[in-house]
């Protein structure tokens, strides 16, 4: 997302109107007056500038306030419209990424050499039943946009969606090992963040790899959630299905919102994702 900055209150008002007061008493003092009446007359012009200079100050300072607080509703506004987009963009990827994603390697794998019948049967209906999930949510998507309502939200999920998230990448045949040590108090931004991260890195691994063994460790580190997804590399044979190319971004403005970060690389087998979320701060 673009980082708008941030508008910041200046007004130079009463700066001026200090300097043209200091300017004024010193024109007074180098002048001098003559008799009582001739004081009376400077002292009386001097309070009228002076006033005059304090109601411009402070009307300008008004008008400045006015403008700041126009621009600053505005660029709230915009980045509350950024924030959206890049949210509706992350479902979007989501929906491509899992649902279709399965449905390509399924179809794959339906279409391979020697598969019994049965096995295609399962893969078609697979198939279908990720094709049905992700039509359904593309209408729910699609419906959000089109609404004049405030847009609905999903519930936010927390670490027990890793249960169906890793038997539906099972179903495409990966091998999943979870393993979740103790991690006591964890945040909802920080478990959400942490099961679309897993989610992503096993849908690249689908793609990427194929039916392959991966391994999702998550620990506590300190005051931070650590995830590992790692794979044991690409299955004999198997054809990389490559997907929008934005999952890496993704998961790594998931972090950032949170303070974190996210890495990625080959090891010496396959491919790692490691996630460190910090819980300090995230709700």
């Known amino acids: 997302m673009n980082d708008l900055p941030r508008p910041v209150w200046r007004s130079r008002a009463w700066g001026a109107a200090l300097i043209v007061l200091v300017v004024l008493v010193v024109l007074v003092a180098a002048v001098g007056v003559d008799g009582p009446r001739t004081a009376g007359l400077v002292a009386a012009a001097t309070a009228l500038a002076a006033s005059a200079v304090v109601v411009w100050a402070m009307r300008r300072t008004r008008r400045q306030r006015r403008e700041f607080e126009v621009s600053l509703t505005a660029w709230a506004a915009e980045r509350a419209t950024q924030e959206e987009r890049l949210r509706i963009a992350r479902e979007l990827h989501d929906l491509a990424s899992h649902g279709l994603g399965v449905i390509t390697v399924r179809a794959a794998a339906a279409q391979t050499a020697g598969v019994a019948d049965a096995e295609r049967m399962q893969a078609l209906s697979d198939i279908e039943e990720a094709g049905r999930s992700a039509t359904a949510e593309l209408r729910r998507m699609l419906s959000v946009l089109r609404s004049p309502e405030p847009a609905s939200r999903r519930p936010t ?124 701060d995230a709700g």
Do not use: K, Y
């Open 157 to 280: 999920p927390d670490l027990g969606a890793l249960v169906p998230l890793i038997a539906e990448a099972e179903r495409s045949d990966l091998s999943v090992r979870l393993d979740r040590g103790e991690l006591g108090d964890v945040p909802a931004g920080v478990q959400a963040a942490a099961v679309a991260i897993i989610g992503e890195a096993l849908a690249n691994s689908i793609r990427h790899a194929g039916p392959t063994a991966t391994d999702v460790r998550l620990r506590r580190r300190g005051d931070a959630v650590e995830v590992e997804v790692e794979d044991a590399g690409s299955a004999p044979g198997w054809q990389a299905h490559p997907g929008a190319g934005h999952g890496v971004i993704g998961m790594r403005e998931r972090a950032a919102s949170l303070g974190g970060s996210v890495s990625v690389g080959a090891t010496e087998t396959g491919f790692l994702v490691t996630a460190v979320l910090p819980c300090g």
